[in-house]
């Protein structure tokens, strides 16, 4: 699975949209970029997945860029209980093993 | 989405015994599940890949003797930590894809071994 980058940590005031970026330059072609988010001491909820095209669904967007090395996970009006940590993985979806990063710890604050 | 079971949802034992962690996936079939082990403030980090009606496949410097996994059915996978020690304490985590596509994770197991 190709690498992904993602920033450490971002603050986001609740209501606003909170916009999650990820590096993926060595994404192949078949591999789709999937978003997990893991809430304190639960197990990783799967949000959204796409491979060329933009994604919405009830949870988020998802915003690939045409030479897909590079997404954003947009969360159009974040609440408090949104705060987790977000995972951005490249991933060929053939029931194959998953590789987490340290992905990005988001806030949202009052 | 897809639902994905674990229990217990947090184990206490003392050191030297075995505790044994179930997967279930509730609606749909997986001839493969995932586990994983998460410490404090660090990523999940795969430990194995467990396969129906075959054996587990290890992650380099996963003990398979320690860490006993048994896939009995298209919807139950079960870890056993085997002669549990304190540093055997982690948040234990299995997934499932669904339509061998997405995958979804469980709640999570919490082992605390005294």
């Known amino acids: 699975d190709a690498k992904t980058t993602q920033p450490p940590s971002m603050d986001c005031a609740e209501g606003r949209a909170a916009n999650l970026p990820c590096n993926h330059s060595t994404i192949s072609g078949n591999e789709y970029v999937y978003w997990y988010r893991q809430i304190h001491s639960q197990g990783p909820q799967y949000i959204i997945h796409?491979?060329?095209n933009n994604e919405t669904n009830e949870m988020a967007s998802l915003i690939i860029t045409e030479d897909r090395k590079s997404s954003t996970l947009i969360l159009p009006h974040a609440t408090l209980r949104d705060t987790a940590v977000y995972y951005c993985?490249?991933?060929?979806?053939?029931?194959?093993?998953?590789?987490f990063g340290t992905g990005t710890r988001l806030q949202v604050t009052l | 989405g897809a639902v994905v079971s674990q229990h217990p949802s947090r184990v206490i034992c003392k050191s030297g015994t075995s505790v044994k962690i179930e997967c279930r996936s509730l609606?749909?079939?997986?001839?493969?599940m995932f586990w994983y082990r998460q410490f404090p403030k660090q990523s999940l980090m795969l430990m194995a890949t467990s396969n129906e009606g075959s054996k587990a496949t290890y992650e380099q410097g996963v003990e398979k003797d320690k860490f006993l996994i048994n896939h009995a059915s298209l919807t139950l996978s079960t870890l056993t930590v085997t002669s549990a020690h304190p540093e055997d304490s982690s948040f234990y985590i299995c997934?499932?894809?669904?339509?061998?596509?997405?995958?979804?994770f469980g709640p999570g197991t919490r082992l605390l071994v005294l």
């Open positions: 609606d749909f079939q997986a001839t493969t």
């Open positions: 796409g491979l060329k």
């Open positions: 993985i490249a991933y060929t979806g053939t029931a194959s093993k998953l590789t």
């Open positions: 997934s499932a894809p669904a339509g061998g596509e997405t995958q979804y």
